[in-house]
């Protein structure tokens, strides 16, 4: 029988593992060109939006006073910059809210695995801690002000009460989604707490953790933005009342911009921290 359809056999000259190796050159190429259709695919609409909007201002069919033209909001943003406002008050709000999150999110994370890991922690914490986590920030804001006034400490608490809420929770569903039959070999393994939290607890439920940790800090950049908003005399919440007050408009939206462009970066960090991590799973991408 012939069997040469059925067996690809390898070029002369060439080893069989020359064939099957995969070439990191060409894989990294190709994963560079995915990378750069994805940024330009996405980039599409933003530049889109600004073409248009600048034109539209540009010929008089929106007020700059409203709506002031992308180049103008750029040229407020160079000027902050140049004049060096902008990295003095944005270096003071992501002070404020990395402080915010190291407070919410550790406690969040703490009760998170206290009531994921004991039933009566749970029934006896988790219906208080689900009433709390329906407060809006502006409900709270101004009791915590009133409490503590306009300085740091309510600002702080203001951003821990928005960061606590997505690890406590991500955190106690990690832990509750492992497979019950872990458990029960880790039982028979004898292993202790710590044992169980690193080499079992850490690895089912880092889907889970990673999750919480992007959404709190998220909702800590926005418990920021509310903070800083209400009262406060310093920050990138701070020169946007400034700006409103002096009837600064593209002032106004470049301080919007960059709360949603370090927002954006903060979150695209987590997300390749995702990638980096969780390589193992297989999960679908669209």
């Known amino acids: 029988m012939n069997h ?10 060439q080893s069989p593992a020359a064939t099957q190796a ?21 980039s599409a609409l933003p530049v889109l939006v600004l073409a248009i909007w600048q034109l539209a201002g540009n010929l008089g069919w929106i007020d700059a006073f409203f709506l002031p033209t992308p180049a103008a909001i750029f040229e407020s943003l160079w000027n902050l910059m140049a004049s060096g406002k902008m990295a003095t008050h944005l270096g003071i709000s992501i002070g404020r809210a990395a402080a915010g999150f190291a407070l919410g999110g550790s406690l969040g994370l703490i009760f998170g695995l206290l009531t994921g890991f004991s039933r009566k922690s749970e029934i006896f914490l988790d219906p208080t801690v689900q009433m709390l986590r329906m407060i809006p920030h502006l409900a709270i804001a101004p009791l915590i002000i009133l409490w503590f006034g306009f ?8 951003i821990a009460k928005g960061a606590f809420f997505p690890l406590y929770v991500n955190a106690f569903l990690g832990i509750r989604s492992v497979d019950k039959k872990l458990f029960e070999v880790s ?3 004898q292993y202790s707490r710590i044992q169980q939290m690193i080499k079992l607890i850490i690895p ?7 999750m919480g940790l992007r959404l709190s800090l998220a909702v800590s950049w926005l418990g920021l933005v509310v903070a800083e908003l209400i009262g406060s005399q310093s920050g990138v919440g701070f020169l946007i009342n400034l ?11 470049v301080g919007v911009l960059v709360f ?11 997300r390749s921290l995702e990638r980096r991590l969780l390589k193992w799973r297989d999960s679908y991408k669209g």
């Open 187 to 189: 039982r028979v393994l």
């Open 243 to 253: 700006a409103k007050q002096s009837s600064l408009t593209e002032q106004i939206f």
């Open 151 to 158: 300085g740091e400490t309510s600002k702080v608490l203001i």
């Open 4 to 13: 040469a359809n059925e067996l690809a056999l390898p070029a002369a000259g």
């Open 260 to 270: 949603a462009v370090v927002g954006m970066m903060v979150d695209l960090f987590v």
């Open 204 to 210: 089912s439920s880092l889907p889970n953790l990673l």
């Open 22 to 42: 995969p070439n990191p050159a060409a894989a990294r190429s190709k994963r560079r060109r995915a990378s750069l259709r994805a940024l330009a695919l996405g």
